[in-house]
């Protein structure tokens, strides 16, 4: 007879107290603007019993969702490790979302709970009376709580609850597979869907973003996570960091490039992980300014492709970015973009500028039509699939068939996959744009447009044409001081891309429009298109 393992549940628990028993002196902080307050992770642990003893005393005693409605700070830390370690269900709300989204989220999920930040109170207060199953109000720092009042819900002050509270808790037992946070899909179209993380696709995706194959994090690493906390658990990046003993520091609310880079050099973080669009103002303001990041080892980036300049860029002072791909229903990160052992040069690059290998314990492949799979050749261009252990496999309360296939997740991105297993995106498949039979690739034309000295952001979207039924309209965002002509980019793509290609419809902006994940939202500017808010330029 064989002799097994002991069976024992991967959860967010098991986190909880290794960060606080193990990595009991490593620090928390928060940053104030112009100083850090700071927790270690032993009172951190004390922290988060409290407010677990807390909520059930609220009558959070099941799987009720809690829902957080705050910046990346210490106590939205407590809150990720008290609210599934009690059995209880995390729902990160974007704060970003327009009130009809927030409404629907919030009801659809039937949070029980807001934990808000007192300065985002005016966000809140005219949306609350319509969150139907909310019944308690949490209120996290200084805030004018008079707006919350004809809501009528139950107010209460988070320091307050926590020092009535006991310093321990009876954490349960908790079944692995149960669910453990929730966060929702941006919702490019329709309603947004819920995706659900259990404890244990939690505890695997933290075992593999630690790993040397994504970024690798140590008990010496200070973690930086400035992509927010509400979207895709700030990519696991909070739950990686307690896993691996190293400190966090939390940019609360200030996440623009002045006061982070104030950040970068005060604290000394040794990985960041940011949206490119930060990471491009942090850039220029770095270079106009002569600032210190080499307190950096690596920068995962992800959320929409990385642009060569903006790598490029980042290399010329010492910081290395490397891509990283998933999505939400990937937890999400599912490869990341280190070029392989022996790469040098020009392979080094197209590595690196590629959406990178998947992590171990995924599975990936391309599809074409007919549901095809399509070979692993760097030529072939499907519908990338992936399964695994940390990947969605449905959307909570909606069955929505079309994204599932035979046990695979259809992520609607469009890209080939190498012989050493390599994926590289062309578009999303809402994206790509088809020219008198042939297929161009947005996502091409805009990382060369933003290799131009010029320009600071670029979007490229198909646009109705009568000749080659669809033609690239690329909306393009000039420096500030420079002065750039739709001819000269013509000229610049020319020796780039092939000649049918080009861009004749031009639109020079202010600011490509994002979505609230920091993702530019191209449906937006087709709107613009169609309804002639855009100023068009036709050249060639």
């Known amino acids: 007879m064989w002799s097994t393992m002991q069976d024992f549940p991967l959860t967010i628990t098991t986190i909880m107290r290794y960060g606080a028993d193990v990595f009991g002196d490593a620090e928390v902080s928060t940053w104030t603007g112009d100083g850090a307050r700071r927790r270690t992770y032993a009172e951190v642990g004390e922290r988060a019993a409290r407010l677990a003893g807390a909520l059930r005393g609220l009558g959070v005693d099941g799987d009720q969702r809690v829902a957080t409605f705050m910046w990346n700070n210490t106590e939205h830390l407590e809150a990720y490790l008290a609210i599934p370690s009690m059995g209880a269900v995390l729902h990160t709300l974007n704060l970003r979302l327009f009130p009809d989204q927030l409404v629907y989220i919030a009801n659809h999920a039937e949070d029980q709970v807001v934990i808000v930040d007192g300065s985002l109170i005016p966000l809140l207060a005219p949306v609350l009376p319509q969150l139907t199953t909310v019944r308690h109000v949490i209120v996290v720092g200084a805030g004018d709580t008079a707006p919350l009042d004809a809501a009528g819900k139950e107010l209460h002050d988070y320091e307050e609850l926590l020092a009535a509270a ?73 739950y990686a960091a307690i896993m691996a003993g190293a400190a966090l520091v939390m940019p609360d609310r200030f996440m623009q490039a002045e006061p982070l880079v104030r950040l970068l050099e005060t604290e000394r973080p040794t990985v960041a992980g940011a949206v490119p669009t930060i990471w491009a103002d942090v850039l220029r303001h770095t270079k106009e300014h002569g600032s210190d990041l080499s307190s950096l080892r690596l920068v995962p980036c992800g959320g929409s492709a990385v642009p060569a300049a903006l790598m490029r860029g980042f290399d010329e002072i010492g910081v290395r970015i490397v891509q990283a791909w998933g999505m939400t229903e990937t937890s ?209």
């Open 166 to 238: 006991p310093a321990t808790f009876a954490w349960p037992e908790i079944d692995e597979r149960s669910a453990a946070a929730m966060c929702y899909t941006s919702g490019t179209t329709g309603n947004p869907k819920g995706v659900v993380y259990s404890h244990r696709s939690a505890y695997l995706h933290s075992m593999a973003t630690c790993t040397g194959n994504a970024i690798g994090l140590s008990a010496s690493d200070v973690v930086l996570p400035v992509v927010p906390m509400f979207h895709a658990n700030a990519w696991g990046l909070p």
């Open 332 to 540: 999400p990160v599912a490869s990341v973009a280190h070029p392989p052992a022996k790469a040098a040069g020009e392979d080094a690059w197209k590595a690196r500028i590629s959406q990178g290998r998947v992590l171990a314990g995924l599975e990936m492949r391309v599809v074409g039509d007919g549901d095809v799979v399509l070979p692993n050749d760097g030529e072939a261009v499907g519908e990338v699939e992936i399964r695994g252990p940390w990947i969605t496999g449905s959307y909570h309360l909606d069955e929505d068939p079309a994204k599932f296939h035979d046990g695979w997740l259809r992520t609607g991105d469009v890209g080939t996959l190498s012989s050493d297993g390599f994926l590289t995106l062309t578009d999303r498949a809402k994206d790509v744009i088809k020219s008198g039979g042939e297929w161009i690739s947005s996502v091409e034309l805009e990382n060369h447009l933003m290799a131009h000295p010029d320009i600071v952001e670029a979007a490229v979207v198909g646009v109705p044409d009568d000749r080659w039924q669809e033609r690239p309209l690329a909306s393009v965002v000039v420096r500030d001081g420079a002065s750039v002509t739709a001819a000269e980019l013509r000229e610049f793509l020319a020796g780039r891309i092939a000649k049918w290609q080009l861009p004749e419809r031009w639109a020079f902006i202010a600011e490509v429009p994002k979505t609230s994940v920091g993702k530019f939202d191209k449906k937006v500017l087709r709107r613009r298109y169609a309804d002639g808010e855009l100023e068009v330029r036709r050249e060639g």
